[in-house]
């Protein structure tokens, strides 16, 4: 059977690839990236790293508002869909490219499978948010990482082809961990296993805004830790609008969007990390390192009832009274699988179109 998978940012490269690897064992796959993210470190550095296959379709669609970018995306994978007749379409997670792979398929009714399904943030003033639950009322496959997700899908009364798989990028980090404790980025930056902090941010509630995003590197630095800060495009451009760029750079290492085994390592090592990522909130999680999660409110509920998440905002007195006092207090729980998501997910899928 055909099935195409459509990609376009960092986090569902990473998916991608556990996910691929299964299911090309006994389907056709025509991987669509929709070029939503495109320089080599948040994109093309994955697939070589990860050895994902090549995209067979590259829409090229870049930056733009959000109607600019879905729409465009939308129209580009529409027309793969209607040359390829798929049997399925597998969308990931709650950019703005699943959204665009969801709202294409389901016109030309091609089914849809969405990895990451039933996540709520109950923040309608995220953009994931819409995306995730308009995904959902879409989907005819829903893969849930975890029970709450299955129970957020219930709520809206969606308890067909909802699936309990576990979480695919718990998958991702049992099958590369061992590579990324080979890689040189201590070394290489200077750290020292357990004596810096990890810092990713890129939410536009944390980035555009100018209050919060000053607020956060103001606490990080008189924090008066080692940090380091791999920096997305869209805070690197907020870095330099509100020229924070020169004070930060000065206290804190700032490097460029680090590939997945070398972010694996930092994460690994690090003495706390904090982030208002989803992806990494999780891997903080795995890898047993504390979270100060700069955000109000969290996709991942069981990282904070465990101890080991703490929600923080964008609040300086909050980040730095993380940063200074904040240590886990629970056990960490199996909310996330067995690792084995990705095997699930294709075994259901060959179930579904034999
Ligand atoms: C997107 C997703 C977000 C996800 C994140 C993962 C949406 C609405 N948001 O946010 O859910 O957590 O990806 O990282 O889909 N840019 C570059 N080079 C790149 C990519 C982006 O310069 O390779 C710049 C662009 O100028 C763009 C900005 O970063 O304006 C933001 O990119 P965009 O893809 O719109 O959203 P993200 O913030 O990356
Ligand atoms: N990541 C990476 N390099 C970095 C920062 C993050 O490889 O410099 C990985 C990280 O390990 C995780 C994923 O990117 O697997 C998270 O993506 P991101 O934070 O961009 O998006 P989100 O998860 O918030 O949607």
Known sequence: MKIVSVVGARPQFIKAAQVSREIRKHHKEIIVHTGQHYDPPMSGNFFDELKIPKPDFNLGVGPGTHAEQTGKMVVGVEKILMDEEPDLVLVYGDTNSTLAGGLAAVKVHVPIAHVEAGLRSFNNRMPEEINRILVDRMSQLLFCPTKTAVENLKKEGITEGVHLVGDVMYDAVLHNRELAMKSQMLEKLGLKEKEYLLVT???????????????????????????????????????????????????????????????????MNAKKILTDSGGVQKEAYFHGVPCITLREETEWVETVKDGWNVLVGANGDRILDAIRTFEPDGERGESYGDGKASEKMAKIIDDELA
Do not use: M, Q, W
Request: glycine content about 2%; overall charge positive; proline content about 6%.
């Open 201 to 267: 941010v890129h939410r536009p509630s944390n980035t555009d805004k100018r209050e919060n995003l000053e607020a956060i590197v103001d606490a990080l630095i008189s924090s008066g830790e080692t940090i380091v800060l791999p920096v997305h495009p869209r805070t690197l451009k907020s870095l330099k609008k509100f020229k924070f760029h020169a004070k930060l750079d000065e206290a804190i290492k700032l490097i460029e969007p680090a590939g997945y085994l070398d972010f694996t390592c930092l994460a």
